[in-house]
């Protein structure tokens, strides 16, 4: 019996997606469940598994190429063997030389998708000195992409070694000539949620009023309570690790109910306040900067945040992050401390209309109760949309947050 697999439903924030990789190619046995395609959306990337166990008979959509909700990407023939017959792309594999097209011919249909296609053509490269990784010597757009920068690499150490003439002229006591270098540039085009990222950063720079505000929190009280409880911390919740952002999602929780604009977004020329605060944590991947939600974050312990946090960072490097976790928010959290930044002015996620950066732990010299001291201290940013907040709310929810931090008793007892 013929199964179609398809495309998943795509969410409304999601127009389409694109086939990303091939697990399996034409004429293969698959197992239920298997992993068989990745889609990459704007947001996250999904995988489609067989839904039974059989042979993929067709493959409908290719790499790079751009697809809809529900949209056919391959048949599957349930309960067949594979075939002892290989089909052509097998044999091209088994047979090296058959495996690559000579470098005077096109590159076959049947080894290049339509991503790698177009990046040989538009760079002139010559297919038979590239090895293909995909199923049956499928040559995937991460192979070109790796070529190139090989070949960029080689031309570059190429360019600085010494040439003959010039080695012979050193010996002979004269003098050495520069070698002459090539300015190598190499142009990739961009992937689907790094081109979204830059799309929604530009669109929230140019249709809101962004404007940050600082203060300065003193972390000595919150490394005092980490130093003393973080062993027991852990032992007690399971190896859940007790870091700084979990009081600084606490703190702006209870910031938030205080100062409810932070907490609210515009749509149209209606202010909607949100009843809850699901605040999304900003983690930088290999895909580039994503945003995963903790929903309800106000009714989650310490020990909740902490692992929570965790259990997003690790799916996000996995690419394991559904478009559920990614949807949704009302105030972002990011911490560009964990990279070394002092201080930076964080761009708002929209429709929300405030973010709170944190930053780096630095020593530095103040003045307490007259002396100079010399305390950990952290820079802390507030962008927020001028819209919809005005300066003196901003500066109070922040002198809010480092109150709450300074003294991190209050957050329980919601002071």
Not at 44 to 55: S, W
Not at 114 to 139: C, F, N
Not at 261 to 278: F, L, M, P, R, T
Not at 282 to 305: C, E, I, N, Q, Y
Request: aromatic share 4%.
């Amino acid at each position: 019996m013929s199964i179609e697999i398809k495309a998943p439903v795509f969410p409304e924030s999601i127009a389409d997606g694109e086939v990303a990789a091939w697990h399996k190619s034409e004429g293969e046995a698959v197992a239920r469940d298997e992993l068989i395609v990745e889609i990459e959306t704007d947001k996250v990337v999904l995988e489609v598994v067989a839904p039974a166990d059989g042979v993929i008979s067709k493959i409908h959509a290719q790499v790079g190429e751009t697809i809809e909700s529900q949209q056919l990407l391959a048949t599957l023939e349930e309960g067949q063997a594979a075939s002892q017959s290989a089909p052509a792309k097998a044999e091209q594999k088994s047979d090296p030389a058959a495996a690559k097209p000579a470098a005077s011919e096109a590159p076959s249909a049947d080894l290049l998708g339509p991503a790698a296609r177009q990046l040989v053509e538009k760079h002139k490269l010559d297919v038979s000195a590239i090895s293909g990784t995909g199923k049956g010597g499928r040559i995937l757009k991460e192979d070109i992409l790796n070529f190139m920068k090989s070949q960029d690499a080689a031309a570059a150490v190429a360019a600085d070694a010494p040439t003959p003439a010039a080695t012979a002229s050193a010996d002979a006591g004269q003098p050495e000539m520069e070698p002459s270098s090539e300015r190598v540039e190499r142009r990739v085009p961009m992937t689907r949620m790094r081109a979204k990222i830059a799309e929604r950063l530009l669109e929230a720079s140019q249709q809101t009023a962004m404007l940050s505000t600082f203060n300065e929190v003193n972390m000595a009280p919150v490394m005092a309570l980490r130093s003393k409880y973080k062993e027991k911390f852990e032992k007690t919740h399971n190896g859940t690790r007790l870091g700084f952002m979990g009081f600084f999602v606490k703190a702006a929780c209870e910031a938030l109910k205080r100062f409810p604009a932070v907490n609210a977004s515009i749509d149209g020329n209606d202010i909607v306040y949100h009843g809850y605060q699901d605040i999304g944590v900003a983690v930088s991947t290999k895909g580039g900067l994503v945003v995963p939600v903790m929903r309800d974050a106000d009714f989650m312990s310490l020990a909740d945040v902490e692992a929570a946090i965790t259990d997003l960072g690790k799916r996000a490097k996995d690419s394991k992050l559904t478009i559920e976790d990614m949807t949704g928010g009302t105030f972002t959290v990011t911490n560009g401390g964990v990279f070394g930044s002092l201080l930076s002015t964080p761009i708002l996620n929209p429709p929300q209309t405030g973010i709170l950066g944190m930053h780096k732990i630095q020593e530095r010299p103040m003045a307490v109760n007259g002396e100079v001291v010399i305390l950990p201290m952290m820079y802390l940013a507030l962008t927020y949309d001028h819209r919809l907040i005005d300066g003196k709310t901003a500066v109070q929810f922040l002198v809010a947050v480092k109150d709450l931090i300074e003294d991190p008793a209050r957050i329980l007892l919601q002071l």
